[in-house]
């Protein structure tokens, strides 16, 4: 019966004029013209940002003992937001001197019940302010504002609101145990997600009943600063959250200062191997969220169509500037072909540009240092030998931007699959068996996150069992939520942030 | 003479619930402003199948009908007339002759819609007769209970056997995909549609609840995609029922274009089954220009 329906079908297709047929022989679909979205910019002329920042210490903001300032940069017109101060060890002792006396007077002696009002307080505030920080973080980053203001700032509210709700249940918290506050955070955060971090650190920190003296990145330091000011607003006593802003010196400030109990830094594996040594020796608390190279791996079980679109999502969110990104796709050999062939077609919609502008999916480069790197890593892919794909769209001439880029014909042995690139770049190589999957995931020294794609359920707990990562994702990537622990394996870090294990770190445990 | 290799579609290609569901609220996020959002209201107006599928139908109103298709706005004379107006077959006379002298295409439905519960023979007789009568394309059902039987060889055979009695006119098979209910019910049905000779596919008759949802409609542009991949032949998509606001078609639109590009973005690959949405779409057009909202009651309801 098929058979003689086929013929049907193929008789059909031999009168032009009555079935249609395509366009253009290669199949090529075009989705560039005809049809284009109007420019959609986020109006930024209510957002105040000033012209200079000083430090953010004991509630005020205070002039830096030296001189000395930073500018940052808007990373998609190249053009000056603002003036900071660059922190020295003078202001960092300042800071905590005003955090341990806070710690002493006032912070640790509050109820539960007090400091969580505080912090809902904040989480409120920051959600009132959602536009606002949302528009900041994209001028400050780059970042799509589509990006900032559906995950970055509902996120970081999300946090507060959840450690708030800790605050006054700590003694529940660990079973048999009471807890006390360690004292002293010093907490140093990095530029990809800076509300976002800022929040994963300050929220459990202050609902344990610490103080913090936290630095934000030095490319994107002003939603901190506009932190400071919503604790301001929020009646936050004086010198329970402060802001020392600069570089790697004013890091190092924080890190080494002999008063402070416990270091939380999120960054490069490469500063957090300089920070571990630093602590070496000391009784400091410490945890560190490093690097990645995760590894994507997609069965042919899987729905493809999703997959692919978790692909992209695994690694052109927020431009690839993702600790946990997707950044190796490994595809068993049966679907790659089709695959890579749809995962191209979804590139070629993706629309590079303005990060303010709502149908942006993929923004600026953060900096142009990393800018530099990123193009770095592009050559080194092609003298490696990879074949290069990257997609037909404009970029903008001015600001730091970079094409979607995908590297096919490259094995574990190219430094593009060995080395996190930080950037829009995702490497594909193949596999054949689950037990190879597996094996190239975790032929790595990184071990943060990870997904995995198939329609079959024992299949998805068989192999994540047996990835090194911290996360990983079953169907879908990037999924974040304050109730879930998040950390590395190796060297993509120590200690847990999120949930009730991101709690842990900030407290000491007594016998109850 | 190519051959197509028709797949075995005893075997279910996976479709991610969740990940459809997020695709469609990603694409829901466009926004579509200024220039392109008058090109898009215009684009969807053209794209229309002005449908009364009615007991009650009679000569007057389709004829009336026709005339709102011909000239969707009288005090707009510049803006495109629908692609089609859709009928029952005993109608189709009626409205061929009400459009004589346009482009606008009468479409029938046949095969005992909307149920498509009746002998294969009655349902070809069904379409033969919209045909002779004028119809220039068939929104034919397919038998779901035999779908859902797994019978898929006799939604197969059934399709080719329409496709067959069209002659010349257009064929869209109707998956009424509310009574497949799952995404790979969708998918296989589309890709039996596509390989058994449909012209068109088609969501819903409108009779059921839910109609044209977004994320049924993704999984159809999909299919839709692969087959053209695999084959080299493009099949259109004509989502039905449900869509009654500006805002909403303007979404769909972005759908086809993320989805297959702009060689899909006409009303020859690409419909609307509706009939309240036209208006709504003039009201948004005439605010476009004028920067207000005009009384409803300012706008023809034929």
């Known amino acids: 019966m098929a058979d003689q329906t086929q013929q049907n079908t193929a008789e059909i297709k031999d009168e032009p004029s009555k079935k249609p047929t395509s366009p253009n022989a290669d199949l090529k679909l075009d989705f560039n013209s005809f049809w284009e979205y109007s420019a959609a910019p986020e109006s930024s002329d209510f957002v105040e940002i000033r012209k200079s920042y000083d430090h953010y210490i004991n509630g005020n903001f205070t002039a830096p003992e030296k001189d000395r300032t930073m500018k940052s940069i808007n990373p998609a017109t190249e053009e000056v937001l603002t003036e900071f101060a660059e922190g020295t060890s003078e202001d960092v002792d300042k800071a905590v001197k005003a955090a341990r006396k806070a710690y002493n007077k006032t912070w640790s002696k509050l109820s539960g019940r007090e400091r969580g009002k505080y912090i809902y307080r904040i989480a409120r505030i920051i959600q009132e302010k959602a536009r606002e920080l949302a528009i900041i973080e994209s001028m400050d980053g780059g970042k799509p504002i589509r990006e900032s203001r559906d995950v970055d700032i509902p996120l970081a509210a999300a946090y507060f609101f959840y450690y708030a709700g800790w605050a006054d249940k700590l003694d529940y918290a660990f079973p048999g145990r009471k807890t006390e506050p360690v004292g002293v955070c010093g907490q140093i955060i990095p530029w990809n997600f800076p509300l976002l971090m800022l929040s994963w650190k300050i929220a459990p920190a202050l609902a344990a009943g610490n103080t913090v003296i936290l630095k934000p990145a030095e490319s994107t330091p002003i939603t901190a600063l506009k932190f400071a000011e919503i604790c301001s607003e929020a009646g936050l006593p004086d010198g329970v959250v402060n802001i020392v802003t600069g570089a790697g010196q004013t890091g190092s400030a924080i890190v080494n200062h002999p008063d402070i109990d416990k270091i939380a830094f999120t960054g490069s594996t490469e500063v957090g191997k300089i920070i571990q040594k630093s602590l070496a020796g000391t009784d400091k608390k410490f945890t560190l969220e490093l690097g990645g190279k995760g590894p994507n791996i997609v069965f042919e079980d899987a729905s493809v169509d999703q997959a692919v679109e978790g692909i992209i999502n695994a690694i052109f969110f927020n431009q690839g500037h993702v600790c946990c990104a997707g950044s190796r796709l490994l595809v068993q050999e049966g679907i790659a072909e089709r695959l890579i062939g749809k995962l191209k077609d979804r590139m070629e919609t993706l629309i590079v540009g303005d990060p303010l502008d709502k149908n942006t999916d993929v923004g600026a480069i953060n900096s142009k240092a990393q800018h530099e790197r990123i193009k770095e890593y592009l050559d080194i892919g092609v003298s490696e030998g990879a074949t290069m794909f990257q997609t037909n769209g404009s970029v903008p001439e001015k600001g730091y931007f970079c094409k979607p880029t995908l590297f096919t014909d490259v094995g574990q042995s190219n430094r593009i699959v060995q080395e996190e690139i930080f950037g829009p770049v995702l490497t594909v190589q193949t596999f054949r068996t689950p037990e190879e999957a597996v094996q190239k995931a975790n032929n790595t020294p990184y071990g943060l996150a990870g997904g995995i794609w198939t329609d079959k359920g024992s299949k998805i707990f068989k192999v994540s069992q047996k990835v090194r990562s911290g996360v990983v994702w079953a169907n879908t990537y990037n999924k974040f939520d304050p109730t879930s622990p998040f950390g590395g394996y190796k060297e993509s870090g120590v200690g847990r942030e999120g949930g009730l294990h991101g709690l842990y770190p900030y407290v000491n445990l007594l016998p109850s | ?302």
């Open chain 2, 1 to 302: 003479m190519n051959t197509i290799t028709i797949p075995d579609f005893n075997q279910t290609i996976p479709i991610d619930k969740i990940g459809v569901e997020e695709r469609v609220s990603r694409l829901n996020k466009r926004s579509i402003k200024k220039e392109s959002k008058m090109q898009a209201l215009k684009l969807a107006l053209s794209m229309i199948d002005l449908t009364t599928l009615e007991g009650k139908d009679s000569e007057g109103k389709v004829i009336q009908m026709c005339r709102k298709a011909r000239v969707p706005h009288a005090s707009r004379p510049d803006l495109p007339s629908v692609a089609a107006v859709c009928v029952y077959p005993t109608m189709v006379a009626t409205a061929k002759k009400a459009l004589e002298g346009t482009n606008i295409n009468v479409a029938s439905v046949s095969t005992a819609f909307p149920s498509g519960m009746a002998p294969r023979q009655v349902k070809l007789d069904d379409t033969r007769f919209a045909v002779d009568q004028g119809a220039d394309e068939i929104d034919m059902v397919i038998s779901r209970g035999e779908f859902l039987k797994g019978n898929y060889n006799y939604i197969f055979d059934e399709i080719a056997e329409i496709k067959e009695a069209c002659g010349d006119a257009h064929l869209k098979v109707i998956l009424e995909t509310g009574e497949l209910e799952t995404y790979e019910n969708v998918r296989k049905a589309s890709d039996i549609a596509m390989y058994a000779g449909a012209d068109f596919i088609k969501t819903s008759t409108g009779k059921i609840s839910p109609a044209a949802t977004q994320p049924v409609t993704l999984v159809m542009l999909e299919a839709i995609r692969d087959f053209y991949r695999d084959t080299g032949i493009m099949v259109g998509m004509k989502p039905a029922g449900g869509i009654r606001k500006a805002k909403q078609s303007l979404q769909y639109l972005v759908l086809v274009k993320e989805t297959l590009g702009a060689a899909w973005l006409t009303p020859e690959w690409y419909r609307f089954g509706a009939s309240s949405l036209t208006n709504d779409l003039l009201m948004q057009i005439i605010k476009q220009d004028t920067g207000v909202y005009q009384n409803p009651d300012y706008f023809s309801e034929d």
